[in-house]
């Protein structure tokens, strides 16, 4: 009997022959994302602010998988920095090849290690083996104590090195780049090393439980592999193509586990990245990653050239400021529609704060109303701080009953944007909208049925996707009926969470969680998604109004420029060009002028920049202001 490939392996009968396959759900890709798509080695592939970097490795995969060329049932592993975009990058491979999503594995770089940590501990060798551990994160100060005692205890050449060590660098630089040895045995001679050898010491071997954060869990992943050349083929055998996402943001740690698990001939690696977006320097973020990687995996340099977010205009403006990064850097083309009557750069100033935000929030209304945009068209972000510019702003977009969404805000362990962004929240959240509208919301209910059928591990035959139908049809009638049972005056939010939550199985919760990300509980989801929901029932009667509240879709967003990263806006503003918000430009130059390209290049038509006093330009951000002024930026001061 003939095997059929889709049941044994291999290519699939259906494969499309490369030569032919074509892009989804877009029209075409620029030249260069044809050319890393289909290169058959290692890419280096740099992406700046609006080239699609998300859709260019959505579409990579799909072609991977539907050409056959990642062979059944070989996997493709997507590692990314953050939550959010782990799960973008997942749901947009699942939208494009629903039939191979489960061969496409996207993950958080910290889950990934964390699992092998928490799945082969055993296998460690002897003196570093272990039954349990705390995860803990030590601040600066801790940190210092621990290095200041033991630079005391030191003598000779030593004893300088060790205090010249810098605490808020110490976890990413010195812990992160020394490669745990099978044997701690005696101290190393190097400061550096003996200062990480000693943490070591102190923080895991000694005592009753290990104590460690995620760069140590990173070192003993990378200890797990290098030791165990069974594990380290089955990875490679598994997972022959890797993505890596943000490379810019990787540290030394994370590099050379990556090229300790995946730097092999047999596994095709592709790093998407943008220098000019390094702003986790203060976490350890290399210098130059994308050099260190192209030279460690022998990768070959693409650089996508198109973008699709920005106007022609703002597309000259990104530019001019990325020259201050990258001299010779070649001008993007904008690919975005344009849309005419904006002045795309504007400087505003004012006398307080009071008059910045009653005039922001005036004209935010005379926009929406004159131009039919929404209120998720604008987000205000800030450098820093923005719980303290929340109050005025919200108190007077309230005025004229527009919402404020503070993505910064704590419910309970997280923050907004991490709640609303979780697949666990999104999950309970589509149970609980379709729940109290029963028709209406086609593309809710085709998210939560596809999570339902994740977090389940269902098969992805028709008749899988129609039991798990049916389920979701079943609970949340039943749900229904509950809810018309019970005011929302008197409902407990955290009995209503976990009812939309127990769709699922418990343990299948708590599984889907820790293989998401690392450290997450779904119990930490939930009780943050009940804290939100607590939040917004205040006052309010109607459940549909409820559940559309919780992620608060019609409304301006507030956040800080680093949540910004990645979300882009018709318009933006940034809130506190002055030293207030910008007090460490002068200690580390670039990173604040990396910091100040990524909020301006998240907007796509005007971008607007705000200060609430007008002595900001003789101040220490001077430099910023030039940078507006030679780019054209139209300055006007409300008083």
Not at 123 to 138: A, Q, V
Not at 374 to 386: E, L, M, P, Y
Request: charged residues 25%.
């Amino acid at each position: 009997m003939k095997k059929d490939p889709m049941r044994y392996g291999g290519r699939p009968a259906s494969a499309v022959p490369p030569d032919l396959w074509r892009p989804t759900d877009v029209d075409d890709l620029e030249p260069a994302a044809w050319a890393a798509l289909k290169f058959p080695g290692s890419a280096a592939v740099s992406a700046g602010p609006g080239a699609g970097k998300t859709e260019f490795l959505a579409q990579r995969a799909a072609y991977l998988l539907q050409t056959g060329t990642c062979q059944r049932p070989r996997r493709i592993l997507a590692i990314s920095y953050k939550r959010d975009s782990a799960s973008n990058l997942a749901r947009r491979v699942a939208a494009r090849v629903p039939d191979e999503a489960h061969r496409f594995v996207s993950i958080t770089f910290d889950a990934f290690t964390k699992g092998l940590v928490d799945r082969f501990s055993q296998s460690l060798p002897g003196p570093w083996r272990f039954d349990d551990y705390e995860i803990e994160f030590p601040k600066d100060k801790e940190i210092r104590s621990f290095l200041t005692t033991l630079a005391w205890d030191a003598s000779g050449p030593m004893r300088s090195e060790l205090f010249a060590l810098h605490e808020g660098r110490f976890l990413s630089d010195i812990v992160g780049a020394w490669s745990l040895p099978t044997d701690p045995g005696s101290p190393p001679a190097t400061a550096a090393e003996f200062a990480a050898w000693s943490w070591w010491n102190a923080q895991y071997l000694r005592p009753p439980k290990p104590e460690v954060d995620f760069t140590m869990l990173n070192r003993l992943a990378d200890l797990i592999v290098r030791t165990n050349p069974g594990l380290q083929r089955a990875l490679r055998a598994t997972y022959p193509f890797v993505f890596i996402d943000e490379f810019q943001d990787t540290t030394s740690a994370q590099i050379t586990f990556l090229k300790t698990t995946f730097g092999h001939p047999g596994v095709v690696t592709t790093a998407v990245g943008d220098n000019k977006q390094r702003i986790m320097r203060f976490a350890g973020a290399l210098e130059d990653a994308m050099a260190r990687y192209r030279s460690d995996f022998n990768a070959k340099q693409f650089n996508l050239g198109w973008n699709f977010r920005s106007s022609p205009d703002l597309v000259a403006v990104q530019h001019h400021v990325a020259t201050q990064l990258e001299p010779a850097i070649v001008q993007a083309i904008s690919k975005a529609n344009v849309e005419v009557g904006h002045v795309p750069l504007t400087i505003w100033t004012y006398n307080d704060e009071r008059r910045q935000a009653q005039h922001i929030a005036d004209w935010v209304a005379q926009d929406i109303s004159t131009a039919n945009r929404a209120a998720s068209d604008f987000a205000i972000v800030a450098r820093q701080k923005v719980a303290d510019l929340e109050p005025l702003l919200a108190k007077e977009l309230a005025r004229h009953g527009i919402a404020l969404r503070n993505d910064d805000t704590y419910y309970g362990k997280l923050r907004l944007q991490d709640v609303l962004k979780h697949d666990i929240a999104r999950l309970v959240l589509g149970v609980l909208r379709l729940s109290a509208q029963d028709r209406g919301l086609p593309t809710i209910w085709t998210d939560t049925h596809a999570l339902i059928s994740r977090i389940r591990g269902d098969g992805h035959d028709a008749h899988s996707s129609r039991r798990a139908s049916d389920h979701l049809a079943a609970f949340t009638a039943h749900l229904r009926g509950a809810l018309k049972q019970h005011s929302v005056a008197t409902t407990d939010p955290r009995e209503l969470v976990n009812l939309a939550a127990s769709i699922v199985d418990t343990d299948e919760l708590e599984g889907f969680a820790r293989s998401q990300h690392a450290g997450d509980e779904a119990e930490v989801v939930l009780s943050a998604l009940a804290h939100r929901l607590g939040a917004v029932m205040a006052g309010e009667t109607n459940w549909g109004r409820v559940f559309s509240a919780v992620s608060a879709e019609d409304a301006v967003t507030l956040m800080t420029i680093h949540r910004s990263k990645g979300l882009e806006y018709h318009t933006v503003i940034v809130l506190g060009l002055d030293d207030r918000q910008w007090w460490s430009y002068r200690k580390d130059v670039r990173e604040a002028i990396s910091t100040f390209f990524v909020g301006l290049s998240r907007a796509a038509h005007r971008l607007i920049f705000t200060c609430a006093t007008s002595r900001a330009r003789n101040g220490g951000i001077g430099e910023l202001y030039r940078l507006l002024d030679v780019a054209g930026a139209d300055e006007k001061h409300w008083t």
